[in-house]
């Protein structure tokens, strides 16, 4: 859903300056698209207090999301070195899991 929704918001700011066959957006107009692109960013942020992802516990290495979780999906974060990874419930962009390693 993130990737889909930042897509979302990505095509509503190509439209600010855009021309129409009657000339340029009005100004109420753009105001509307700005207010609706940023309460959908709103929508994707992490929750506040959430940490980045901690190196690899294994090997040291630095880790990224393979895919990150939602309500209906699993995170799944990998090590861009030895590729070992972690599955878990975590949801948004925590990692909080991964972060618990021993």
Do not use: Y
Not at 30 to 48: G, I, T
Not at 54 to 66: D, I, N, Q, S, V
């Amino acid at each position: 859903m993130t990737d889909e929704r930042l897509e979302e918001i990505g095509e509503l700011l190509q439209l600010l300056g855009k021309e129409t066959r009657h000339g340029p957006l009005p100004r109420q107009t753009e105001n509307k698209l700005l207010q609706a692109a940023f309460e959908m960013f709103e929508e994707v942020k992490p929750p506040a207090g959430v940490e980045g992802l901690k190196p690899c516990p294994f090997c040291g290495g630095e880790a990224e999301f393979e895919r990150k979780g939602t309500g209906r999906q699993s995170c799944i974060v990998r090590c861009t070195d030895c590729g070992a990874s972690h599955e878990s419930g975590d949801t948004w962009d925590s990692g909080s899991s991964w972060n618990q390693r021993a």
